[in-house]
């Protein structure tokens, strides 16, 4: 981090106070270059995953460089139109849900795509051919950093099953539906490149079957690093690896199809970072605990998903390294590193979590009625308050008090 981040990030935590989240606009715009640099040889659009971040002003940025946004609920799609984003550049894929919320997303004007054989059922029913509409497929492959972020393997939630295609052609003949886009999702923080294109190799095969198709949706599942020794997914090899994928079909079956992804901690996860200050800190026989004035409730990747996140001590940087657990400030067991090697940590100092921007505010909650942080955007240099901290107010506002 250099000297003119870390300044601002200090008086980002003056004036708003902590804990707070911070993000880099020029970040955001520097992994979307990345991605333009990568694709470049495809017919390719990039719909940013909504669900990492949804505060609008971010939505707002993302789409004012050139990206859709893709949306996995009725309210993130409203939240995207309501940034200013049109519904011809917004993707709705979701799951498990109410066809009636499928309805809505297709009234609003989205691309949509559809992950269950009754829902389909239930949309050729509806609009037969009237309206173009993409299938999420499960291609039963293994991939990601963890079994909780993976979504492609034959046990997973997500999408129909590639042995139920059989059943969705059937489906498609009997509603003459317009199915011009194949979707698959193989999961989170997946580096190899040969996931990607053996993902694409699967659609690829299904090519023949649908003669209205125009896009292959590959999802996202870029890896960001995370630890110091960590590599991302090597962008440019697999922009070459699926321009030379693509061209193939070309070939094969003469029909250009456009390749859409939906990056969403691409985008924003090193953009982001969460600032604490330490409350306390407990010396104990083993171990030397510093809490810090948040939580799970606001930074739950850690406990949820044993995720590491760098951590800086701002107000003491160059100070001697000891070994501390970092821990939060909820009735819960709260840790977001344990035996970590930092510089030398007091009471008052500002600690920043690095790669904090995807998921972070995101899955934040009030749990133990503590006030959810607010959030800050560095966007040409200067500090902008793009969400207040809550109040009591919030805490309490859509409590209904029945008992005198």
């Given at each position: 981090m250099n000297e003119h981040l870390k300044n601002q990030l200090l008086q980002a935590a003056n004036r708003f106070g902590t804990p707070l989240y911070v993000y880099h606009a020029g970040t955001i715009e520097q992994q979307y270059n990345k991605l333009k640099e990568a694709f470049a040889g495809l017919k390719y659009r990039i719909f940013y995953a909504s669900k990492a971040l949804t505060n609008i002003s971010i939505l707002r940025f993302i789409n004012s460089l050139g990206a859709g946004i893709d949306c996995s609920s009725i309210n993130e799609l409203k939240m995207a139109l309501h940034a200013g984003c049109a519904a011809s550049n917004i993707l709705y894929t979701s799951n498990g849900i109410a066809f009636e919320e499928i309805s809505e997303a297709v009234d609003l004007g989205a691309h949509v795509n559809i992950d269950s054989l009754s829902n389909l059922k239930k949309f050729g029913e509806k609009y037969k051919n009237s309206y173009p509409v993409g299938i999420r497929l499960r291609p039963n492959i293994l991939a990601g950093g963890n079994l909780k972020i993976s979504t492609g393997h034959d046990?997973?939630?997500f999408g129909i099953p590639i042995e139920q295609i059989n059943e969705v052609i059937q489906i498609a003949e009997m509603y003459d539906l317009q199915i011009t886009c194949l979707h698959i999702h193989t999961g989170?923080?997946?580096?190899?490149?040969?996931?990607?294109?053996?993902?694409?190799?699967?659609?690829?095969?299904?090519i023949p079957l649908f003669p209205k198709l125009k896009v292959i949706d590959l999802g996202g599942g870029f890896k960001v690093p995370y630890k110091p020794e960590e590599q991302g997914t090597p962008m440019l090899e697999?922009?070459?690896?699926?321009?030379?994928?693509?061209?193939?079909?070309?070939?094969?079956?003469?029909?250009?199809?456009?390749?859409?992804?939906?990056?969403?901690k691409f985008m924003v996860s090193e953009a982001g970072y969460f600032?604490?200050?330490?409350?306390?800190i407990k010396e104990t026989k083993n171990v030397t605990f510093v809490g810090v004035n948040s939580g799970f409730n606001h930074l739950i990747r850690p406990m949820f998903y044993d995720a590491y996140h760098s951590i800086m001590n701002l107000s003491n940087p160059n100070g001697h390294p000891h070994k501390y657990t970092v821990v939060g400030n909820i009735c819960e067991t709260d840790t977001f590193a344990w035996d970590r090697e930092l510089p030398e940590i007091k009471e008052g100092n500002l600690l920043a979590f690095l790669n904090a921007g995807a998921y972070g505010f995101e899955m934040s909650s009030n749990f133990n009625s503590r006030y959810k942080p607010a959030e800050v955007l560095i966007l040409q240099d200067q500090l902008h308050l793009i969400r207040k901290r809550d109040t009591w107010e919030d805490l309490i506002k859509q409590q209904i008090q029945v008992i005198e």
């Open positions: 046990k997973s939630k989170s923080e997946i580096k190899d490149v040969e996931v990607f294109i053996k993902g694409l190799q699967v659609l690829f095969e299904l697999l922009g070459k690896a699926l321009e030379k994928a693509v061209q193939e079909v070309v070939t094969v079956y003469g029909k250009e199809l456009e390749v859409w992804f939906e990056p969403g600032l604490t200050e330490v409350n306390v």
